[in-house]
């Protein structure tokens, strides 16, 4: 049993064959998967996918992609959305710095998810790229101010921010990069990590983990990296099932096994 902690079943790719993606998800043992937003004027899509099948969650938030297109999203507006039954986290909301960007408005935005899982008490999905010392320093300053749940998912950052995540009492998400034969680091931060934070994803319709590289991802495809993970730390598929499960129930605590 697996659970995908961060997937987009409304991109295109996905939404065009849902489900199919939602069977083969089932046949595999993938019981359950969080339908991570983009943009917060697309709520109600995702939500609609949610509310549409009880193994499905969804959350709300703007991507740093997106954060310029959204300036006007204030931390009550994540709060009062966050509300729905259905939704079991924010974000996805963080830094980018691949890109060129907007990255101030990145900043202010991250800064108002941060506000909104304090106050609902759900995770707040950090998305981090090259972003690293920006972001663990407006964690560690957050949390001074009042601590909040989080996860840095598809961690694909140096370990010292895997550190000082954990420090905080961070989850750290692994995605099909860790079964790519350069993802040294992040394969150090797998191996490391205390069981009781690690949690597995696809981020599809992305990042699909050998031997589906260069394809579209899937929910189904989480189980190669839930075996690289495994096979990283000494333990069977089953007890990493296990244990990334009840990582998920913990963490995003408003969802319930279906
Ligand atoms: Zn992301
Ligand atoms: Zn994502």
């Not at 509300?83 to 924010?90: D, L, T």
């Not at 990255?103 to 609902?120: K, L, M, N, W």
Request: hydrophobic content about 40%; overall charge negative; proline content about 5%.
């Amino acid at each position: 049993m697996l659970i995908d902690s961060h997937c987009h079943l409304d991109f295109p790719e996905l939404a065009a064959d849902r489900a199919g993606v939602l069977a083969r998800a089932k046949a595999n043992g993938i019981s359950g998967m969080v339908t991570i937003s983009t943009r917060v004027k697309r709520f109600d899509e995702i939500r609609a996918i949610a509310e549409a099948h009880p193994e499905v969650w969804c959350s709300v938030g703007t991507h740093p992609h997106h954060a310029h297109e959204e300036p006007g999203i204030e931390t009550a507006d994540l709060v009062r959305l966050a509300a729905h039954p259905r939704c079991v986290a924010i974000g996805e909301a963080g830094l980018d710095y691949h890109y060129e960007g907007d990255y101030p408005a990145q900043a202010t935005g991250f800064r108002r998810h941060i506000a909104a899982a304090r106050e609902t008490g759900l995770p707040l999905v950090i998305h981090a790229r090259q972003a690293d010392d920006d972001i663990a320093n407006i964690l560690e300053e957050e949390t001074g101010q009042g601590a909040f749940p989080f996860v840095l998912h598809c961690f694909s950052s140096g370990i010292e921010l895997a550190r000082r995540g954990l420090a905080l009492g961070g989850y750290i998400s692994f995605s099909g990069i860790l079964t790519f034969k350069n993802a040294a680091v992040i394969q150090q931060a797998a191996s490391e990590a205390p069981a009781d934070r690690i949690l597995v994803e696809t981020d599809a319709p992305y990042l699909a983990p050998i031997p589906h590289r260069g394809g579209t991802n899937e929910p189904s495809y989480v189980r190669h990296t839930a075996q690289k993970l495994a096979e990283l730390r000494g333990v069977s598929l089953e007890a990493i099932g296990e244990q990334t499960t009840a990582n998920f129930f913990r963490l995003f605590s408003k969802a319930r096994p279906v």
